[in-house]
């Protein structure tokens, strides 16, 4: 399977040609799909579009400062503490999704159902198998769509 990079997709053509559809970024950074009825398609992707690298936050006073570039979060614990509590989220967008797992198996990060986290019930990642992910429905107020206790 072949990918075209969005550097790729500027190089091509600003209008589209042939009958099998075309796939191109127009300049106002949208992505437009003609169908092979010439029927254009508008797209604009907003946030991130996949989890990508992880991003290593440290908690400060209950909140994970993520940089909002990738939705890939391994959080720890504040100087190293075997338990902290992760009551708030910020640096996303709403709309955006986040799988947090927690940094070290040593160390746990109990996610606390509250104003920022509307998850139903707290939730210990106590291993790097466990996970939560979470949707921001804007203003860092995040609700669960998932969640996997896989050991420990």
């Known amino acids: 399977m072949s990918r075209l990079r969005f550097t790729e997709l500027a190089a091509a053509p600003t209008a589209p040609s042939g009958s099998k559809g075309e796939v191109w970024l127009k300049d106002d950074q949208?992505?437009?799909?003609?169908?092979?009825?010439?029927?254009?398609?508008?797209?604009?992707?907003?946030g991130p579009t996949h989890m990508g690298a992880a991003e290593s936050i440290t908690i400060a006073v209950g909140v994970a400062a993520a940089t909002g570039l990738s939705g890939n979060l391994v959080i720890d614990t504040a100087g190293g503490a075997s338990s902290d509590a992760l009551d708030k989220i910020t640096g996303f967008a709403t709309g955006d999704v986040v799988v947090v797992r927690a940094a070290n198996d040593a160390r746990s990060v109990v996610v606390t159902n509250g104003s920022f986290m509307r998850i139903g019930s707290d939730f210990t990642l106590n291993n790097a198998y466990d996970n939560i992910v979470l949707l921001n429905i804007g203003s860092d107020v995040f609700i669960q769509t998932g969640r996997n206790n896989n050991g420990a």
Request: aromatic content about 12%.
């Open 30 to 46: 949208t992505v437009h799909l003609e169908d092979k009825n010439s029927v254009d398609h508008e797209f604009a992707f907003v």
